[in-house]
């Protein structure tokens, strides 16, 4: 990431290309697009994201997922969660991340598991669960990875968690 | 002439005389044999564990002071040093490792994680310092602490088995849950 | 044919607390199951009750050996939403550091391989060439490990006059150490038998599982933040990448010697080229980034670590996510170790250079 990002006024030329690619072919499922230099961010319905990430895989070649994020927002009542892709096969797509995100309903967080689009994402989906109660469906082994086996409040990660230090 | 009165004080300059001769050189023998030879159990936990091994590397040789990096089973180890932040995952294992340790056994408390806390204090997983499982003897702060206070708490602790008694029965608290 | 569970750790002669649960056939390996978690210290969480300037020490501690590269995408991350240009001096100074770093951290890595393997004097021989640049570092920066150099708008002071000497002095004996090196460790026929062909990850596994770091340059794929998105001033250095086909633990133990060489010449030229000028903008103590967010990204000595920084506008952050090599590449320990001995698990393990404090944060 450079450290002087110019405020451009014209988005830049590659991302924007492959931002209208995804607009075209995934017309009714996005919500909307950002673009930056070498980041995009698309946001998707949760009901697609099963179609988009296929759509990732198969036609703009990623071929690994650097982290699954997951956000609380309670004033929406909502969670956001973010996969961040990246591809090493194509040389010239190297620096290029694109963030596929979503949100669902805090109340009941379910949404299916990538696990077996892309298997790079099994460690942070087992986090996300953990950390902030977001349960993927068709996780192979969907478990505490880094809280005590004895854990009984609710996820950490949450806006409501009370600290018992603080 | 003996009668009651001196065979008493008699017998009681005997003991000190025996005292002196016997039990005091007895505890400096002892206690000699146990400063030289204090070998670490191997508990390598987080940011601190970094100074341990530049502190039994070449230019601040622990060795000379007999602190073997014996990699051996915790049954052969006298001190336990806590190098890091312990949580509560870990906690009961710690302590499993301390009740394995033979008797004298010592701890050293090394950094300020495992003295109170330190830059994790307000975390939801930490222990406040381990010494609500544990028995501390030695305290030492930093963030890492250079390893030369490693060296020095090594020779406090020395300082502390030299004064003390040949048996000396431990109070151990009772494990955090 | 009989099968056995052994928990191997949490406690275990080696760096960390990290357990792995193997299932044994006789002395053969069948699975291996990672158990990661014992040095959780819920980084994350404390972060957003810190504001900008308090979290610096706090995201240098999960891989305390080098420092200044965890610290990168950190000030980048704040910088990128205030919109800040950070002198040229400056980032020269960070570049140095950062490469410093890389140097120490690949010797502490060689120095526990040491342990790992049975080879006493790789262990010591490593611990006291740190010292050489551990010295270097203390006279820029006045710690030894942990020292919270960086910050958003430059670094925290300038480089005294003695060090560009000292550090060609220590980079020329090192380089005829590390002939050394290859002499009596990479090319010792006994580490060669626990190594070579050993805990093999192929090129499609490696891409499929995300790794990075040396654990992906090792297995064929040539990737490195430093090359494909420069940051600071690596647009105008001239290095190379260390990449090797076989994906074994030996090829992985000769990329960190190759990338050791390639930081010295860095750091040389670094050096060299350094101009004058102010190291760091005067902020006046107001670090409060606007409403935004952003993903940066580097490359710290185990792989490329990245952080997600989310502001609403306050004084502490409202979500800061850190990313780390150790725990991008945690998957990749049980592909690597199928159908080993229990007896070349160690050497195979440490290859991956997985840092436990850090994958757990």
């Known amino acids: 990431m450079s450290e002087t990002p110019k405020i451009k006024h014209e988005p830049p030329k590659r991302e924007k290309k492959i931002a209208d690619n995804i607009t075209v072919k995934l017309r009714k499922d996005i919500l909307e697009i950002e673009i930056k230099p070498k980041r995009i961010k698309v946001k998707v319905k949760p009901e697609s994201i ?117 | 002439m003996v009668n009651g009165a001196t065979s008493n004080v008699f017998t009681g300059k005997l003991n000190q005389i025996l005292e002196y001769s016997a039990k005091a050189p007895l505890r400096y023998i002892i206690n000699w044999g146990r400063i030289y030879s204090l070998w670490p159990v191997h508990l390598e936990t987080a940011c601190c564990s970094v100074e341990w091994g530049a502190v039994s590397g070449p230019r601040f040789d622990v060795e000379r002071w007999g602190m073997l990096g014996a990699f051996g089973a915790m049954r052969q180890c006298d001190v336990l040093i806590i190098l890091g932040t312990v949580n509560r995952k870990m906690a009961p294992r710690v302590k499993t490792i301390y009740d394995q340790m ?20 307000d975390s939801y997983n930490v222990l406040p310092g381990v010494d609500t499982i544990l028995p501390v003897d030695i305290y030492m702060s930093g963030c890492p602490p250079r390893p030369e206070q490693l060296l020095q708490a090594l020779i406090m602790l020395q300082n502390k088995i030299r004064a003390s008694k040949i048996r000396s029965k431990k109070y151990v608290r009772n494990t955090e849950n | 044919m009989s099968e056995l569970t052994v928990t191997v750790g949490p406690q275990h002669p080696g760096s960390g607390h990290f357990a792995l649960i193997v299932k044994l056939d006789g002395d053969k390996i069948v699975e291996v199951i990672p158990d990661p978690g014992y040095v959780h210290r819920g980084d994350e969480k404390v972060s957003e009750n810190k504001n900008y300037i308090q979290n610096i020490p706090h995201f240098e501690r999960p891989a305390i050996l080098d420092a200044s590269n965890m610290l990168f995408p950190y000030v980048h991350a704040v910088e990128d939403l205030m919109k800040l240009e950070v002198p040229v001096r400056g980032q020269y100074i960070r570049v140095i550091m950062a490469e410093l770093n890389r140097i120490i951290s690949h010797l502490y890595y060689f120095a526990i391989y040491g342990i790992f393997v049975g080879h006493s ?140 060489r390639q930081s010295m010449s860095i750091i040389k030229q670094a050096l060299k080229d350094i101009p004058s000028g102010p190291v760091k903008l005067n902020l006046r103590g107001q670090v409060r980034p606007p409403p935004g967010e952003t993903f940066t990204r580097a490359e710290s000595s185990r792989g490329a670590v990245s952080f997600y920084l989310i502001s609403n506008g306050g004084m502490t952050p409202y979500r800061l996510r850190m990313i780390t090599p150790s725990f991008r590449n945690l998957r990749a320990i049980s592909h690597i170790t199928k159908g080993l001995l229990l007896a070349d698990l160690p050497p195979a393990f440490w290859s991956l250079d997985y840092w436990p404090v850090e994958a757990d944060r």
């Not at chain 1, 990538?114 to 460690?123: G, H, K, N």
């Not at chain 1, 349960?135 to 018992?164: A, Q, S, T, V």
Request: with cysteine; charged share 30%.
């Open chain 1, 50 to 166: 099963k179609k988009a990430a296929n759509f990732f895989k198969n036609k703009l070649n990623i071929d690994h997922v650097a982290s699954v994020s997951g956000i609380d927002y309670p004033n929406d009542n909502e969670i956001e969660i973010v996969y961040h892709t990246g591809t090493y096969k194509h040389k010239d797509l190297s620096d290029l991340v694109i963030a596929l995100a979503f949100r669902i309903s805090r109340e009941t967080p379910k949404t299916p598991s990538l696990t077996e689009i892309w298997p790079s994402t099994e460690f942070d989906e087992r986090e996300t669960y953990e950390m902030l109660g977001v349960i993927f469906e068709g996780h192979p082994k969907l478990e505490k990875l880094f809280l005590p086996e004895d854990w009984d409040d609710i996820p950490p990660l949450r806006k409501d968690f009370k600290n018992p230090r603080r």
């Open chain 2, 102 to 121: 033979p008797e004298p056994r010592y701890v050293i408390a090394f950094g300020a994680c495992s003295v109170s806390g330190g830059l994790y204090f």
């Open chain 3, 121 to 260: 004097t790789m262990f010591m021989w490593p611990v006291a060439d740190r010292e050489h640049f551990i010295d270097l570092a203390q006279m820029i920066s006045g710690q030894r490990v942990g020292f919270a150099f960086l910050l958003p708008g430059g670094v925290r002071n300038d480089i005294p006059e003695a060090v560009k000497e000292r550090a060609n002095e220590a980079c020329n004996y090192f380089e005829k150490r590390l002939i050394e090196y290859e002499r009596i460790f990479m090319n010792n026929p006994i580490f060669e038998k626990r190594a070579k062909g050993m805990g093999i990850l192929s090129k499609e596994d490696a891409i499929k599982l995300g790794v990075v770091g040396p654990t992906l340059r090792a297995s064929g794929i040539k990737s490195d933040i430093r090359k494909d998105e420069p940051y600071a001033v690596y647009d105008k250095l001239d290095f190379e990448i260390p990449v090797s086909k076989d994906g074994d633990s030996w090829a992985r133990a000769w990329i960190h010697i190759e990338e050791m």
